[in-house]
């Protein structure tokens, strides 16, 4: 096997660039053919992920945080191409969703074993996900951690909340309209929506707790908007995975999902932020092969 080993040396304030040699130990010590390339800047890892595909790599691994991961999915996506997940990030989630280690090491033999799997695709506003994208008050925090705290000392569920705080003093929500496998129609004015492959955001987040990855369909939660006491109410019942009986909860599944809003509004995508008013999203069932424990 040839694998190309993607690393974003910025991801978990330097933890993916202090990851290098033990990879490169583990690695050369195995029996795969791998080089190692350093990404410089935002799109890199997507443009490296393509030409490896170009050159015949059998696996592509992101050692980084889920943005990484996100941009190397960009970049195997409709072709037969292993994904490896080295997690250095802040928040993992697409690692906890593949039940990697956090130990680098452990990660690595996760990957040295050589066990795959298939899980779930998804696509929107014309990019591929492989976990979650969230709409509305949770990516504005999201957008809080990743420009204005993105220097703080802390990471996952810790930055998350330092975030919230923060975002809490200027958000502004919208209207949505909701249009799950051409049936259900719902309007309201969320605090947030959730799109899930995975179970996981914001750094284990268990937003939609009862979603599979590899069962073909998108979990969809949403959460009606409500006052900013009331939000840090329900933060802990989202932390335990307990929201999903709060009376402004609500949870369901479909093969496609579009969202209109009344205006544009900053969306997560498995860690990379964006902005939109229209989304339209589609699944492909077992569209990505991983390694897995």
């Known amino acids: 096997m040839r ?16 990851a290098i040699p033990v990879i490169h130990r583990l690695f050369t010590a195995s029996e795969i053919e791998f080089d190692i390339y350093v990404t410089q800047a935002p799109g890199d890892a ?5 030409r490896a595909v170009q ?11 889920d943005g990484t991961a996100n941009e190397v999915v960009n970049g195997i996506a409709g072709h037969d191409v292993i994904l490896g997940i080295i997690p250095c990030g802040s928040g993992n989630d697409l690692a906890i969703s593949m039940e990697i280690p956090r130990n680098i090491d452990q990660a690595c033999e996760v990957i040295l074993r050589g066990n795959t799997r298939k899980r779930d695709l ?3 506003i014309d990019r591929y996900f492989a976990n979650s994208v969230g709409i509305g008050f949770d990516a504005a925090v999201a957008k809080t951690a990743s420009q204005s705290l993105r220097n703080f000392p802390v990471r996952g569920i810790p930055l998350y909340i330092l975030a919230l705080f ?4 200027q958000y502004n929500g919208c209207e949505a309209y909701i249009t799950i496998d051409d049936e259900a129609v719902i309007n309201l004015h969320p605090l947030l929506i959730a799109v899930g492959i995975g179970k996981t955001y914001g750094g284990g987040i268990p937003i939609v707790p009862c979603a599979i990855p590899d069962d073909g369909l998108f979990d969809v939660c949403t959460i009606e908007a409500v006052g900013s006491l009331e939000i840090l109410s329900k933060l802990p019942k989202a932390l335990k995975g307990t929201h999903v009986n709060d009376p402004k909860a609500r949870l369901m599944q479909g093969k496609s999902v579009r969202i209109q ?6 969306l997560h995508m498995d860690g990379e932020v964006f902005e939109a008013d229209s989304m339209e999203f589609s699944i492909i069932p077992g569209g990505l092969q991983v390694f897995h424990p």
């Open 3 to 18: 694998a190309k080993i993607v690393v974003n040396p910025k991801a978990g304030r330097g933890k993916a660039e202090k």
């Open 46 to 50: 997507t443009n490296e992920a393509k």
């Open 55 to 65: 050159q015949g790599y059998d696996a592509v691994i992101s050692a980084g945080g």
């Open 122 to 124: 998804g696509r929107v």
């Open 166 to 169: 923060k975002t809490l003093q």
């Open 261 to 266: 809003l009344s205006a544009k509004m900053p």
